[in-house]
């Protein structure tokens, strides 16, 4: 099954590339690898405005995580022509915004890497790092970046 129709059969179809928001690349391309800017959560084409820990529980930051991964799909295919290509998503970097005693940003994270798995099955296994920090740009809930491999 092509990715595409893995796609599909999700009901995910693809953003467009979004403009950035400051003085950056939504990717680049060195040899095989593709890295992506970070991406921030959005809900209903806004910011997803929250903080774990105090405005939003796990399981919503779940679905906010996987909104940021289909983001990053898009941004991918854009880069790639062909998420067929894609060898192996690399690393995965998220930044949650939560309170100093809010301890689940790898469970939070989670929404985007099972994703990932689901569209990619092995070639969607990656290195990855959860960060909790103070705040993200525009007030999102979630910052998700991404390296991939692609042939």
């Known amino acids: 099954m092509s990715i595409y129709d893995k796609l599909q059969s999700l009901g995910i179809t693809l953003p467009p590339v979004a403009t950035p928001a400051a003085a950056y690349v939504p990717f680049v391309q060195t040899g095989s ?21 105090k405005t939003m529980t796990t399981d919503e ?34 930044l949650v915004n939560s309170t100093g005693d809010f301890t689940e940003q790898h469970l939070v994270t989670n929404g985007a890497s099972e994703l990932l798995g689901q569209v990619f099955g ?12 103070a705040q993200i740009p525009m007030g999102s809930c979630v910052e998700i970046e991404l390296i991939a491999e692609v042939g």
């Open 61 to 94: 930051g779940k679905a906010a995580a996987r909104s940021v991964a289909i983001d990053l799909l898009g941004t991918l295919h854009a880069a790639v022509g062909d998420l067929n290509r894609v060898k192996r998503i690399v690393k995965v970097m998220s």
């Open 122 to 133: 092995d070639r969607g296994a990656h290195a990855r790092s959860a960060f909790g920090v």
């Open 33 to 53: 690898l593709v890295f992506l800017s970070g991406h921030t959560a959005k809900k209903d084409g806004k910011p997803w405005v929250g903080q774990f820990g």
